[in-house]
C-alpha cells in the first residue's frame, strides 16, 4: 500500500451543520493522505451513497479511500481497502473477497498484532491509545503496546484512539510514526489547521520524511 502518515476518519456526529464531504475535503487539504469511512447508524445504502462520493473526492486528491466493516461497500464502490475488527470476518475470508486491496485489522494487544501479520494484512490499527467518545467502552491499551508493536511488528501500524493535538507527542515517543484521529480533525472548527498542525509534529520526528 501506499505510504501515509496521517488517517483520518469520519464522525458525522462531531460536525453538525457540515457536510461530511466538506469537513473531509478540508482534511484532505490540510494533509490526510488516508480516508476512512465509518457509519455505524447509517443503512447500507446510505453508506454506499457516501462511499460513492468520498471515493470520488479521494480519487481527486489521490488519496488513499478505506470503508470501514463493509466489504460488500468497499468492493461496490472499488475503494482502495476495508478496514475489520476483530469480531468481522476472519482476514483469510476477507483476503479471498478483496483480492489485492487493501485491508487493515484493528487490534488491542501482541497477539491479535502478530496474527494479523502472519495473516497478510496491509497495515493494522494499534488503540484505542487513550480513553475515548467515539468508542467509548474500548479499553485504552497505553502508548506501552505501542512500544511492543514498534519492537516487533513489521507491517505499517497506526495509533489510533483519543489522540488529539495536546497528546499526540506521547504517542510519537512511544515510536508511532502513523496517527490516526476522529474527532480532533472533524470537530475542529478548522480541519484544515488541525491536519496541518498534525503533519508539523509528526514532522518533528521524522524529519519530513513518509516512514
Ligand atoms: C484505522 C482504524 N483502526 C481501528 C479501527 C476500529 O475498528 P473496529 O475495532 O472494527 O471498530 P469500529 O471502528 O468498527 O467501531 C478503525 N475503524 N480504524
Ligand atoms: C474507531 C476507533 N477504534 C479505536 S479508537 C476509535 C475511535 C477514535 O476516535 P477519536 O480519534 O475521536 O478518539
Ligand atoms: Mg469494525
Same mark, same amino acid.
Given at each position: 500500500?501506499?505510504?501515509?502518515?496521517?488517517?483520518?476518519?469520519?464522525?458525522?456526529?462531531?460536525?453538525?451543520?457540515?457536510?461530511?464531504? *466538506?469537513?473531509?475535503?478540508? +482534511?484532505?487539504?490540510? /494533509? =490526510? %493522505?488516508?480516508?476512512?469511512?465509518?457509519?455505524?447508524?447509517? @443503512? #447500507?445504502?446510505?453508506?454506499?451513497?457516501?462511499a460513492y462520493a468520498l471515493r470520488e473526492l479521494t480519487?481527486?486528491?489521490?488519496?488513499t479511500f478505506i470503508v470501514n466493516d463493509h466489504i460488500?461497500?468497499?468492493?461496490?464502490?472499488?475503494?482502495?481497502?476495508?478496514?475489520?475488527?476483530?469480531?468481522?470476518?476472519?482476514?483469510?475470508?476477507?483476503?479471498?473477497?478483496?483480492?489485492?486491496?487493501?485491508?487493515?485489522?484493528?487490534?488491542?494487544?501482541? *497477539?491479535?498484532?502478530?496474527? +494479523?501479520?502472519?495473516? /497478510? =494484512? %496491509?497495515?493494522?490499527?494499534?488503540?484505542?491509545?487513550?480513553? @475515548? #467518545?467515539?468508542?467509548?467502552?474500548?479499553?485504552?491499551?497505553?502508548?506501552?503496546?505501542?512500544?511492543?508493536?514498534?519492537?516487533?511488528?513489521?507491517?505499517?501500524?497506526?495509533?489510533?484512539?483519543?489522540?488529539?493535538?495536546?497528546?499526540?507527542?506521547?504517542?510519537?515517543?512511544?515510536?508511532?510514526?502513523?496517527?490516526?484521529?476522529?474527532?480532533?480533525?472533524?470537530?475542529?472548527?478548522?480541519?484544515?489547521?488541525?491536519?496541518?498542525?498534525?503533519?508539523?509534529?509528526?514532522?518533528?520526528?521524522?524529519?519530513?520524511?513518509?516512514?
Open positions: 500500500m501506499r505510504e501515509f502518515r496521517l488517517y483520518a476518519i469520519t464522525g458525522e456526529e462531531y460536525h453538525p451543520g457540515r457536510s461530511m464531504l *466538506e469537513v473531509m475535503e478540508e +482534511a484532505i487539504k490540510g /494533509g =490526510a %493522505d488516508i480516508v476512512q469511512l465509518r457509519d455505524k447508524k447509517g @443503512t #447500507k445504502r446510505e453508506i454506499l451513497e457516501k480519487a481527486r486528491y489521490n488519496v460488500d461497500i468497499a468492493l461496490a464502490c472499488e475503494a482502495d481497502g476495508v478496514h475489520l475488527g476483530q469480531d468481522d470476518l476472519p482476514l483469510s475470508e476477507a483476503r479471498k473477497l478483496m483480492g489485492k486491496r487493501i485491508i487493515g485489522i484493528s487490534t488491542h494487544r501482541i *497477539e491479535e498484532a502478530r496474527a +494479523a501479520e502472519a495473516e /497478510g =494484512a %496491509d497495515y493494522i490499527g494499534v488503540g484505542p491509545i487513550f480513553p @475515548t #467518545k467515539t468508542k467509548e467502552h474500548a479499553k485504552p491499551v497505553t502508548t506501552e503496546y505501542i512500544k511492543q508493536v514498534e519492537r516487533e511488528i513489521k507491517i505499517p501500524y497506526v495509533a489510533i484512539g483519543g489522540i488529539k493535538l495536546h497528546n499526540v507527542d506521547d504517542v510519537l515517543a512511544a515510536g508511532a510514526r502513523r496517527i490516526c484521529a476522529v474527532s480532533e480533525i472533524v470537530g475542529s472548527p478548522d480541519p484544515a489547521e488541525t491536519c496541518r498542525a498534525f503533519i508539523r509534529k509528526i514532522e518533528a520526528y521524522t524529519g519530513g520524511d513518509k516512514q
